[in-house]
């Protein structure tokens, strides 16, 4: 089954007068309630604690520019976190039901460390299990006046309810590794009230994809792209959030929006959703599912880019396929399909380029992107763990530019992206058709490039 947006509708009810009947109390409002602790800061911070952090690193005025009050948040060289009242999972929250939080922020630069308005949950221990980041700032982000940040969290959302969660708090706070955190941040209307739920409440948080000798997983906080690659029981690209899959545009003037990059207050909207396996569709899908096909087929937008993607799940390798079409032209800084973010135990790459030529090379975690042109076919290998894996360009529009890079980034990855559109304008008129298949392997040391070479020629275009 497909979801689809629904349009609005009224529903009218029908009653009968009665002369006899004495008349009724006016039902009470069905506004839902508030449930942030003193929210406005009408109270100073009564409701609020430190953590860490403590009163002389802020201070408590009138909001410039807005009405109300305003938290003026000023670390100087020490981290600061302020946590809302926490809000309890059977009492003021529900587990099946979706609220929508919102904030005004204004940002006025930070010159050391990281800043975010979260929303954290914790156990019944106290200690916090999940970090969901609403808003982030780095030294790179440029000051704004004010603006409101706003998410639904709750089941079928970005930002689903661990069943470990105890508690919820809204937080916001600054990291520095060294601990020195130095910026400034204005925090003012904090709200937490019940949403509707989402058109996909009922999907679980996660789908695990078992089939033949692949293992993956279908991620609902990045907007249901992949996470995990294992083969054979073998970890070869990562599962661990912020190491995004799917497709990402680069704004100018903005950043990354898509995939798993929320940090601008801007996420992909996904607007219909289906899973199949073995050509039946469940809906809901379990969070566990198995067999010889797993479809998952998705259409969503970013801004007036819309997006048309398909990732189906083979015993022996996965095939993607991602359609781009604008409603009205588009600048961007670049496009990014088919992020793979590979374990960095891949120590070594060989690409075969468009004229059949062939390029290699090592990855030496210096945070440069390797490869840097149109490939036929590209493949990553782990001597220690004998294993890699072959991506096969399967269609490409003839008539734009694209090429392959692989980021050598140390501890961390070396992550396949497939490029478009950089610099460029996405045109109406048109969809933009964009297919690959990736296919690992297992092979000694000796023989893994003519290995890959020998997977490369087996993958059928049509397939």
Request: glycine residues 8%.
């Amino acid at each position: 089954m497909i979801h689809r947006v629904l349009a609005p509708f009224a529903l009218t009810a029908l009653l009968t007068a009665v002369s006899a009947a004495p008349p009724k109390t006016p039902p009470a409002s069905s506004a839902p309630r508030e449930l942030i602790v003193n929210g406005r800061f009408e109270n100073g911070l009564d409701g609020w604690g430190f953590q860490p952090g403590n009163s002389a690193m802020v201070s408590l005025n009138k909001a410039p520019g807005i009405p109300g009050q305003a938290v003026h948040f000023r670390p100087r060289g020490a981290p600061l976190g302020l946590n809302s009242t926490p809000l309890t999972f059977g009492r003021e929250l529900r587990r099946k039901r979706c609220y929508r939080l919102e904030a005004r922020l204004r940002f006025g630069g930070l010159k050391q460390g990281i800043a975010a308005l979260s929303v954290c949950l914790y156990d019944e221990t106290g200690k916090r299990i999940r970090q969901y980041s609403i808003a982030s700032w780095s030294t790179r982000s440029k000051p704004h006046d004010w603006i409101v940040r706003s998410a639904v969290i709750g089941p079928g959302t970005p930002f689903p309810f661990d069943l470990k969660a105890a508690t919820l708090r809204v937080r916001l706070s600054f990291y520095d590794r060294d601990g020195k955190c130095e910026g400034d941040i204005h925090l003012a209307d904090v709200s937490l009230k019940e949403a509707t739920r989402g058109r996909f409440a009922d999907w679980p948080a996660s789908i695990l994809v078992d089939c033949g000798d692949i293992q993956t997983r279908f991620e609902a906080r990045s907007f249901w792209t992949l996470y995990r690659l294992d083969y054979k029981g073998t970890r070869l690209c990562k599962d661990q959030f912020g190491s995004h899959y799917g497709s990402v545009a680069s704004f100018p003037g903005t950043g990354f929006v898509g995939s798993g990059h929320s940090e601008h207050g801007e996420t992909e909207s996904v607007d219909e959703l289906t899973l199949r396996v073995d050509g039946r569709p469940l809906d809901p899908p379990p969070a566990r599912v198995s067999g010889s096909r797993i479809e998952l087929h998705k259409r969503s937008h970013l801004r007036v880019l819309d997006l048309d993607t398909t990732v189906t799940i083979l015993p022996d390798r996965i095939v993607e396929q991602v359609g781009v079409k604008a409603e009205k032209p588009q600048k961007l800084n670049l496009f990014y399909h088919f992020m793979h973010p590979w374990v960095t135990d891949m120590d070594r790459f060989i690409a075969v380029k468009a004229d059949g030529s062939e390029l290699e090379g090592a990855f030496v975690g210096d945070k440069q992107m390797k490869v840097g042109v149109p490939v036929r076919w590209s493949a990553v290998y782990s001597g220690e763990l004998e294993m890699g894996a072959v991506t096969v360009v399967l269609d490409a529009p003839r008539d734009t530019k694209w090429l392959v890079w692989y980021w050598d980034v140390p501890g961390r990855y070396r992550k396949h992206y497939f490029v478009t559109f950089r610099n460029e304008t996405v045109p109406t008129g048109r969809t933009f058709s964009y297919r690959i298949a990736t296919i690992p392997f297992a092979a000694a040391p000796e023989t893994w490039k003519e290995t890959a070479k020998r997977v490369a020629a087996t993958v059928d275009a049509g397939m």
